[in-house]
């Protein structure tokens, strides 16, 4: 069983790497439960998909608890370390970059909390890479959310070929190449 935690900002593609996570365990004879909180995701706030994988039972809920999940795929700096708790121990939190400033430190009414990556780091086994540098490398940054994923693909049991089948089906056809390339470089770290 695996229980993943996909967290980002709206805009940010997370809506798409669940998709493409759900469709690939589906296609791949596992049970799969998506669960997806939106939030104001359409203003640029959080949004938190829960994946839930299972080979050897049944799946009844889609929702991860807290100290439940194996991986948190966090596309943005404070929606990683909001998503800690989430975290099991032994857990892995896969963490972009990324750094958008909420409402509310745009306003003045907050302040972007200092260290998160450094914080998450003393909390967590994790994997920090500028997923939004290595896309624009590719051709666009908008696929930061596939190098996220070619990331995440080496802590599941799918195989490459299998993940980029499934980019290939969710995806419009003029953004093919440039998203294969975004996985590959993701699964390649």
């Known amino acids: 069983m695996y229980n993943i935690v996909i967290v980002g900002v709206g805009g940010q593609g997370t809506l798409l790497a669940s998709k493409i996570l759900g469709q690939l365990a589906l ?14 995701s359409q203003r640029g706030g959080s949004v938190v998909t829960y994946v839930r994988i299972s080979n050897d039972e049944p799946l009844y809920s889609a929702i991860v608890e807290q100290e439940q999940a194996d ?9 990683a370390l909001r998503a800690l708790p989430y975290l099991k121990g032994g857990g892995k939190m896969i963490v972009n970059t990324q750094e958008i400033l909420p409402m509310p430190v745009i306003t003045g009414a ?12 003393n909390s967590c086994d994790t994997i920090v890479l500028d997923a939004t540098g290595i896309a624009q490398e590719c051709g666009t940054y908008r696929a930061a959310n596939v190098v996220l994923m070619g990331v995440l693909a080496k ?6 070929d299998a993940w980029l089948k499934v980019i290939e089906s969710n995806v419009k056809p003029q953004f093919i190449q440039v ?7 993701g699964y390649e770290l």
Request: glycine share 4%; aromatic share 10%; net charge negative.
């Open 110 to 121: 907050a302040e972007y909390p200092e260290n998160c990556l450094e914080r998450l780091q």
């Open 179 to 185: 998203n294969k390339d975004a996985f590959m470089r």
């Open 155 to 160: 802590q599941l049991p799918f195989s490459r």
């Open 71 to 79: 991986v948190v795929l966090a596309f943005e700096n404070l929606e």
């Open 27 to 40: 296609e791949n004879g596992y049970d799969v439960r998506v669960s997806e909180v939106h939030g104001m």
